[in-house]
């Protein structure tokens, strides 16, 4: 039998155990085994030890997280419980340049949530051209913006450009009305949202009239030098390998780059072949182009959307399976019939 004293120091009790003792029961549902006791600023944990360690570390994790962002929601200490924590202080450490990334609204201050964003960041800051290729929900997108107006702020270039296939996520949205903007807003809206929670409404306004912040499709880089500037391409998987092409060959002498897409939601006719294949064929073992792969884990959107990506990858593995065992049962019942065909035809 362990028991466990920890002192929340630094922190608000409160604020830890949460609404009504909301966090805390969190916490002990996750640890069944582990008799949880809680008077003022110490939580007593008391069970055996594999267990009471077990718990422990997740507490400090969330005690940490607490400190870090100044509040704790309920779904800050699911992410924690759920194993989506935050950086280790030994990580944080190491990383390169400021913890913080960048202020965002309200001062409120934006970080690598998860260990494959802080080498998203540790990349673009190496690298003149990072790919970063994962599933939804990951932060590719987020990161990159946070990083964007970092590079703004910092006078580091003298614009942003977002840019993004207008294509349509298999649906046929059919006439949109409206000028032109009003026909390419929708698929640049998750660009827009990043932007949202990172600068000041009026602040965007008066960036985007002053062109210090470009938000167009792809097709609208053809012909241009992007440079002293910070350029991302969003939604890669959708453009054509002759898009990648043209975008990449758009850069100038001081451009930073980062080109994010999900290889699992292609959106293209069936009969293209997604650009973003070939892309990283041929050039991430070029000096100056970076590849961080975010994974399942690295999920900061609602903790079912991690559960629902490991499922689809399940199943889109045990549908590939079964489609090569089909294939090789046609080959061979094929290869079987050839000779008896030829026979045949020698008999007539």
Do not use: W
């Amino acid at each position: 039998m362990s028991e466990i004293v920890l002192t929340l120091r630094e922190i608000d009790p409160s604020e830890f155990v949460g609404q009504q003792n909301v966090h805390l029961k969190l916490i002990q549902d996750a640890f069944p085994d582990v008799k949880f006791t809680s008077r003022g600023n110490n939580i007593k944990l008391k069970g055996d030890k594999k267990y009471t360690q077990a718990a422990k570390t997740k507490i400090e994790l969330i005690i940490r997280m607490l400190r870090s962002n100044k509040s704790l929601t309920k779904a800050d200490v699911i992410k924690a419980l759920n194993g989506n924590v935050p950086l280790s202080d030994e990580e944080e450490s190491q990383s390169a340049g400021n913890k913080t990334i960048v202020h965002g609204r309200n001062g409120k201050a934006i970080k690598a949530r998860t260990v494959n964003q802080k080498k998203l960041v540790d990349s673009s800051e190496k690298n003149d051209v990072v790919f970063a290729i994962g599933p939804a929900g990951t932060g590719k997108t987020y990161t990159a913006v946070a990083l964007a107006v970092r590079a703004l702020k910092n006078r580091l270039v003298k614009k942003i450009i977002l840019t993004r296939p207008a294509v349509e996520a298999g649906e046929n949205l059919g006439f949109l009305p409206g000028d032109l903007k009003d026909k390419i807003d929708p698929y640049l809206r998750p660009l827009y949202d990043a932007l949202d929670d990172l600068l000041p409404a009026d602040k965007i306004e008066y960036f985007i009239q002053n062109r210090v912040i470009e938000i167009a499709p792809l097709a609208f880089m053809r012909g241009r030098t992007l440079d002293n500037a910070f350029v991302i391409l969003d939604e890669a998987q959708n453009a054509t390998s002759v898009q990648i092409k043209m975008f990449l060959t758009r850069l100038g002498p001081t451009a930073k780059c980062i080109i994010t897409g999900d290889l699992s939601q292609i959106d293209l006719p069936r009969h293209q072949k997604s650009g973003l294949y070939t892309a990283l064929d041929i050039l991430t073992d070029i000096d100056g182009i970076g590849l961080v792969r975010l994974k399942s884990e690295d999920v900061v959107r609602h903790r079912i959307v991690k559960a629902i990506i490991d499922k689809y990858n399940a199943f889109d593995a045990d549908s590939q399976s079964y489609r090569n065992d089909r294939d090789r049962a046609r080959n061979k019942t094929s290869y079987r019939n050839k000779p008896v065909q030829e026979s045949r035809k020698e008999e007539e």
